[in-house]
């Protein structure tokens, strides 16, 4: 069909005539980006399709002009600009064109100022934006280099051209310059179809079940992605600007050959391969294991497209689930079937796509993806015409349209990576490592096969960057214990108020002395007793643990004591002000001494890292306080405020104020005290947030400190928009270790770790527990006082500088709203309730919410929707009294089997989209992630009857 058949009339669009146009429905992919330009108009230059060759020998320039004129005849595309006509965009289509052909001339310059000048043009060309509804899109301008000597710089934007549509555009430049040679004539002749009658094709053809087929695919398979986390160095939302920068790498021939029979032995391709390697690259640095790509396709599905100029090329979206325990073998083989997955569905238009996954959009972002892959199948190639040569010239990158986008490209026996990069986002130095980084991916995984893609590149070839301001790891040596530095201090010194009690240090000694006789009567001593207390701040609390820390026992929040400890409260009806039970009867234990620095000043049963008991001991506890001390440069002239947010307190916090400060103020869970003047404040996250958002005003001249395992972005900046000094800290692994990171709020608005505290040694190692390499993430650890290497709970990536930047959760953990939730303890507390075979726990798509899937183990019915209601609702339950509130899930759903990765473990990435539903009686777990919203929730509460 021909496409004068749509001949269409005047539009109606912003007051132009476009009677002088045939007015023809756009492509889906035209629409899409038509609404780009128009929603960023600095994106309409972006989109320009710059390119260029060089003609040597004897060049007509008019039969070189009339050769253009002709390929503009015979495509319509060359033709076609898109406008608004009836509220849509359409094809505005002229019946002829003819284009310009200007002459530089540039004979008189040197060789070298010559290329220069060429490349200047090409960037002026494609920096320059089009009127999108003035065809044609099209600019030409021939640069005069000798008389022997040109070059045809070619610009045309997106919307009616793609790659291929280039290729076609010169191999037609070349018949028509070659007929005007030899015959007199062009002789292109007309093509069978035109652009316009593939749009109405390719609508007929994606019409009704087959659509509903692609869209079922596309859903399933990019259900819950995530954007990459990748290593900007400057904030998104100011730094994106379009301008484009390009780094690259070679890989040799005995590289690409042993690559390609990698290819062979997976059942895949050396396209697939080579992804891999640059998926795998992206896990590193980002740290995440599910991993999303674009990769552009030809989309030349109708049979007669392959020689027309036009927008065809569609989008195709690759995400492949790349554990990094598994080996390179095993990553290869899950993209070769990512691949063929969505090459077999590579019909689905991409703006469609965008459509149907209905994602949360932002502007600073690309719509499901940031990152492209390309490895075109032939280079372009030098053709022959009568008297001279066009040879294609390579331009330097001016326009970046995403984050980064790696070509792969034939390069003698090898191939070349060639990486562009947005340099409103990336130093050249971060784009550089990238490309570089994939390069010893490809080459350590030939190497060392059975290496985990998590160790990769191997440490051999990766040289760990230089650690940042690291402390001398003796400061503050464990020698000594809290109890001595107490001791050190007078009686009248230091003050500690809170609702049960004001009193001097004195005081406190006298009655944590009390409490200690009290103990060694019912034969609570040693370090073989644990003495479990209830987590609430107050001055009994810390009579407690000194008392406790006398007679050496080991103390732990609780609310009863196990079968060889004992419990120990405030209680004013008892004799003596205390209740104390025990398992068995003890007999009168003897003054044995207060503890030294190696006992331990906590229960390890009371922390959820793994080997973090060595973290535990008295020393680690008085180095702790001291360092966190050193870090807020508290003096015995400071105040402190500790405000309860109903979680336990750190001990850290509680005895670093009693050691080194003037008074210490315990404020209630319902109302913030005001505090005085310049007091230090100090407070998790989730407590931050209520209170802030509450409207409580710091004392002036406050210091704020908030230290958590997650430091949300919004909290932060709720921090800064006090006024008030900010410190932002990690804590450590374990409740006596000291944070791994406190630091005053600076640009990396608690993104960059900062120093460590004094005598905190960190490192972040790799699968293989290597020290990872500039750019890589790895799992933050702390050396504790055995100088064993313990797990922190997050996951950071090293800098060129070996500062740190928090990319997210440690290994078996996970972030939910503003806590850390460790999986497993869930787990294996979900486990044990009846009717529950496994268990996995996982985070909806924001982080905000614990969800948690069940496997029935077939005791309990759960067949009906009914029946797996009253199941779940039952396990909830349950977990409200086996947790801690923000400990349990907030959604529940079933499933008949869990995913599973490669080594059996849980694969949580491959968990389905929670159910649509909520708690009946939800769990107050997660703070309101704003003002507004946190203003909306009182009366939400008073409207549901939730308590």
């Not at 998104?236 to 040799?252: N, S, T």
């Not at 609702?499 to 103990?519: F, N, Q």
């Not at 790799?766 to 890589?776: E, F």
């Amino acid at each position: 069909m021909s496409s004068s058949s749509y001949a269409g009339g005047v539009g109606s669009g912003e007051s132009r005539d476009y009677g002088d146009y045939f007015v023809l429905p756009a492509a889906p992919a035209q629409r899409s980006l038509w609404f780009v330009c128009q929603l960023n108009p600095s994106s309409n230059a972006a989109y320009n399709v710059v390119s260029a060759v060089r003609l040597t020998g004897e060049l007509d320039v008019v039969l070189l002009q009339q050769a253009v004129n002709a390929v503009v005849a015979r495509h319509e595309s060359l033709r076609t600009g898109v406008g608004l006509v009836d509220g849509d965009p359409h094809q505005l289509v002229l019946p002829e064109a003819l284009v310009s052909l200007p002459v530089i001339d540039c004979a008189d310059l040197s060789s070298g100022a010559v290329e220069d000048r060429v490349q200047s043009l090409a960037r002026e060309q494609a920096s320059a934006p089009f009127t999108l509804d003035a065809p044609p899109l099209l600019r030409l301008v021939l640069v005069r280099e000798a008389a022997d000597r040109h070059t045809l710089i070619v610009t045309i934007h997106h919307l009616v051209c793609d790659s291929w549509s280039m290729d076609v555009f010169y191999a037609d430049l070349a018949d028509a310059y070659r007929g005007l040679r030899e015959r007199g004539e062009a002789g292109l002749g007309e093509p069978a179809v035109q652009y316009a009658d593939y749009v109405g094709w390719l609508d007929e053809q994606l019409a009704g079940e087959r659509m509903d087929e692609l869209i079922a695919y596309w859903r399933r398979t990019l259900s819950g992605t995530e954007p990459l986390q990748l290593p900007v160095d400057r904030p998104r939302e100011q730094g994106r600007g379009g301008d484009g920068g390009r780094v690259e790498e070679r890989l040799d021939g005995v590289t690409t050959a042993a690559l390609e029979e990698l290819a062979k032995q997976s059942g895949g391709t050396l396209f697939m391969v080579v992804l891999t390697g640059f998926m795998v690259t992206l896990a590193r640095v980002t740290g995440q294991e599910d991993v999303v790509v674009g990769t552009p396709v030809a989309g030349r599905h109708h049979p007669d497209a392959e020689g027309l100029v036009g927008f065809f090329a569609n989008t195709l979206v690759l995400r492949a689930r790349l554990p990094l325990s598994s080996m390179f073998g095993t990553a290869a083989t899950l993209v070769r079937d990512a691949c063929v997955g969505a090459f077999s569905h590579d019909r689905m238009p991409f703006d469609r796509l965008v459509q149907e996954m209905r994602q949360t959009r932002a502007l600073e972002r690309n719509p499901l993806f940031d990152v492209m892959f390309s490895m075109p199948n032939t280079p372009p190639a030098e053709v022959g015409l009568p008297g001279l040569t066009m040879a294609p010239v390579e331009l330097e990158r001016t326009a970046a349209k995403f984050d980064l986008w790696l070509t792969v490209l034939p390069d003698g026996d090898g191939l070349r990576l060639q990486l562009d990069y947005d340099r409103g986002l990336y130093d050249e130095a971060t784009a550089a490592r990238i490309v570089e980084l994939h390069r010893l991916v490809l080459t350590d995984a030939l190497r060392d096969p059975a290496a985990p893609t998590g160790a990769l590149p191997l440490a051999a070839d990766a040289v760990p960057a230089p650690a940042a301001d690291e402390p001398d790891p003796a400061a503050f040596a464990a020698g000594t214990t809290v109890a001595e530095m107490l001791a050190e201090r007078p009686a009248d010194s230091v003050v500690l108020s809170s609702a049960d009690a004001v009193l001097t240090l004195g005081e406190l000694r006298e009655w944590a002395s009390d409490l200690a006789g009290r103990l060694r009567a019912e034969g609570i001593a040693g370090p073989d007793v644990r003495v479990t207390t209830p987590p609430v701040p107050s001055a009994a609390l810390v009579a407690v643990l000194l008392a406790v820390f006398e007679v050496g026992a080991v103390p732990a929040y609780g609310q009863r004591h196990d079968r060889a400890g004992a419990f120990v409260r405030r209680a004013e009806e008892e004799d003596g002000g205390w209740l104390i039970t025990t398992g068995p009867r003890f007999d009168p234990a003897e003054d044995t001494g207060p503890s030294g620095p190696d006992a331990p000043a906590w229960s390890a049963q009371d922390t959820d890292q793994e080997g973090a008991a060595a973290a535990l001991s008295h020393g680690a506890l008085a180095a702790a306080v001291a360092a966190v001390a050193d870090r807020l440069s508290v003096t015995p002239e400071d105040d402190v405020v500790l405000l309860d947010g109903g979680s336990p307190p750190s001990p850290v916090d509680l005895l670093m104020p009693l050691t080194h400060a003037r008074s210490l103020l315990l404020s209630g869970v319902q109302l913030a005290p005001p505090g005085p003047p310049g007091a230090f404040v100090l407070a998790d996250p989730p407590t931050w947030r209520r209170v802030l958002t509450e409207g409580w005003e710091p004392p002036p001249g406050a210091r704020l400190v908030c230290v958590g395992e997650v430091l949300a972005p919004d909290l932060v900046d709720m921090l800064a928009r006090t006024g008030r000094t900010v410190f932002l800290g990690r804590p450590g692994p374990g409740a006596t270790a000291p944070p791994v990171a406190l630091a005053p709020l600076d640009e990396g608005r608690g993104r960059r770790l900062g120093p460590a505290p004094a005598g905190v040694v960190r490192s972040v190692l790799d699968a293989r527990g290597r020290p990872v390499a500039a750019g890589l993430v790895g799992e933050l650890f702390v050396t504790d006082g055995t100088g064993a290497a313990v797990p922190a709970g997050l996951r950071c990536r090293r800098a060129g500088n070996g500062s740190l930047e928090v990319v997210g959760p440690g290994e078996g953990r996970l972030f939910a709203g503003d806590r850390s939730v460790p999986a497993a303890s869930v787990e294996r507390v979900l486990n044990g309730f009846p009717g529950v075979a496994a268990s996995a726990v996982t985070t909806d798509a924001g982080q905000s919410r614990l969800v948690a899937w069940l496997v029935p183990d077939g005791t309990v019915p759960a067949g009906t929707e009914a029946e797996r209601e009253a199941f779940t609702a039952a396990v909830r339950g349950r977990a409200r009294s086996a947790l801690p509130g923000y400990r349990v899930p907030a959604v529940f759903g079933v499933l008949d089997e869990l995913p599973l990765g490669p080594g059996g473990e849980i694969d949580r990435g491959a968990l389905p989209e929670p159910p649509a539903q909520a708690p009946r009686e939800p769990v107050a777990q997660v703070p309101p992630a704003t003002g507004w919203s946190a203003g909306c929730c009182p009366s939400s509460r008073r409207c549901s009857g939730c308590r």
